[in-house]
């Protein structure tokens, strides 16, 4: 679809949404990532029509997208929930898997203010050197709210994970990584099958269960004069098993080289000041288990780009390039499970 | 895993064709980027994988099935190393590229099967099999990455170059 056709469908459905004219000024798709697709939309309005802000971001969930088919509902549903958290997070507005309105699964959520540092140094307006240690507490503080969110009693949240237990949670993050694998992987692959065995063999019992945001990172973050204004990047959000998200942070593929988790602050800092801010102790050696099932969902993201690229018909190269990390990802794998053993 | 040569060069031709002309302003760069296509579409008749490349893959996979094979066979619930693991040393890129899928689909099949029933199997057998097993990760994974580029993610999330070494 050209964007002047999808300007003309965003202008139909905010119309009809908000029952007066809205117009789209300016449509730009910004180039960052490889699944949902992110537009700043500019808005124009007659007297009367209740915008929430003439500047809106629009995510697009297309079907050629990495992790297609899409559903726009649990990202929109726990934003809306963490609208009462004090997490930095956009507010969400409206949103619909009905691909007649704009084509694929979408939602329209707030424009916050700021830019994402990404994983590599060296960017020449890059704010983590300057503000490293300030950008290293808020990211602790950040997801010390969103473990300690009060899920159980938020009502969009009532269908999530049924079944979910402290017993069983690593079980079943291990069996969606199978079931990824299952439908990513165009012929078996050795190394997945083993650590997926190594991760069932091992699992450990949860000491509570939280919203995992199951992406977070430096990357995933907007930053204005120091601060962090949102976490971005939703769409892997379950209910597990804290520790999942220190398993992640900390992967090296994210850490620019510095050796810090995320480019912010030295891994014992970060597990101390998120014990400090939870009163949880971090168990390290179930933060190394997760830190291992980390790095094989990072594998089966290359697998996913290699199927996504292979049979969907994209010509998005980037999908090709993502493809090829899957070895080096996968010798990473198996390295953290011999470091483990 | 990769993706065959046949789909990476005909993404590089669209994305060319899709991407980078459309939005390219300058008529020298895009009579450029034109060659390219073509260069791309001539190599397409011509090119396969490279049979050292493909040669190694298979050589990790007879050796590791060479060796799960007295182990597993008549194992409840395991499925036997059917496929045919002899490969002439003369087989060309196709028989090569065949003969790896269908070795690795079927030893795969075992070793799958192997850890479904572990179980109920001699511990002794268990460790050998793990310790046969990672070594043949070990070596297959280090065979691939012989023929990785270091890839900049940078560059291809922003758009922006970055300083090339040297």
């Known amino acids: 679809m050209t964007e002047q056709s999808l300007e003309a469908r965003v202008s139909a459905y905010l119309s009809n949404r908000l029952g007066g004219d809205v117009r789209v000024d300016t449509l730009r798709r910004f180039p960052v990532g490889f699944s949902w697709a992110t537009f700043g939309v500019d808005l124009v309005a007659d007297p009367g029509v209740a915008l929430p802000a003439c500047s809106l971001i629009l995510r697009m969930g297309a079907d050629d997208g990495l992790y297609a088919p899409y559903s726009s509902k649990r990202q929109f549903q726990v934003l809306a929930a963490l609208e009462r958290s004090p997490m ?8 619909s898997d009905d691909r007649r309105l704009l084509g694929a699964p979408f939602f329209f959520c707030e424009r916050s203010v700021g830019r994402a540092p990404l994983p590599s140094a060296g960017a020449p307006d890059d704010p983590v050197p300057e503000h490293r240690a300030n950008l290293g507490s808020q990211f602790v503080a950040a997801l010390a709210q969103l473990h300690q969110f009060d899920w159980r009693a938020a009502p969009e949240l009532t269908d999530w994970e049924p079944g979910v237990t402290v017993d069983n949670t690593a079980l079943h993050q291990v069996e969606v990584c199978v079931e990824d694998y299952r439908r990513w992987a165009m012929q078996p692959e050795p190394t997945v099958l083993w650590a997926a065995n190594w991760l069932r063999r091992h699992a450990p019992k949860a000491s509570r269960l939280c919203i995992v945001h199951g992406d977070y990172r430096i990357g995933n973050f907007l930053v204005q004069d120091g601060r962090i204004t949102a976490m971005l990047d939703w769409e892997s959000t379950h209910i597990g098993d804290p520790n999942e998200d220190l398993g992640w942070a900390s992967l090296a593929q994210f850490n620019g080289g510095s050796g810090l988790v995320s480019r912010l602050l030295p891994e014992a800092d970060f597990f101390r000041r998120y014990e400090e801010r939870t009163g949880w102790q971090v168990d390290v050696d179930v933060v190394r288990y997760y830190g291992v099932m980390s790095m094989l969902k990072l594998a089966l993201v290359n697998l ?4 996504r690229f292979q049979l969907s018909g994209t010509s998005d190269i980037r999908m090709a390039a993502l493809a090829t990390q899957s070895t080096s990802t996968l010798r990473q794998v198996q390295k953290l499970i011999e470091a483990v053993q | 895993m990769n993706n065959s040569l046949e789909r990476l060069l005909d993404g590089m031709v669209s994305t060319l064709d899709e991407h980078i002309i459309p939005n390219l302003q300058d008529d020298f760069a895009r009579g450029q980027a034109f060659g390219v296509i073509y260069m791309l579409r001539c190599i397409r008749k011509r090119a396969a994988w490279s049979t050292g490349y493909l ?3 298979v050589d990790a996979l007879q050796a590791v099935s060479a060796e799960l094979q007295p182990l597993l066979t008549g194992l409840p619930g395991v499925p036997a190393i059917s496929a045919n693991l002899s490969v002439s040393a ?3 890129e196709a028989d090569l590229e065949h003969a790896r899928d269908e070795i690795n689909r079927s030893v795969c099949a075992a ?5 479904q029933h572990h179980c109920a199997l001699p511990a002794a057998v268990v460790s050998e099999v793990r310790e046969a097993w990672e070594r043949y990760l070990t070596v297959q994974l280090k ?5 990785n580029v270091s890839l900049n993610f940078s560059e291809i999330s922003t758009g922006q170059a970055t300083a090339k070494a040297g």
């Open chain 1, 88 to 95: 930095p997070t956009p507010r969400v507005y409206w949103h």
């Open chain 1, 304 to 307: 996913a780009a290699a199927q």
């Open chain 2, 55 to 57: 040669r190694a893959q």
């Open chain 2, 90 to 92: 003369e087989a060309g």
């Open chain 2, 111 to 115: 070793y799958e099967g192997f850890e």
């Open chain 2, 143 to 147: 065979t691939e990455l012989k023929f």
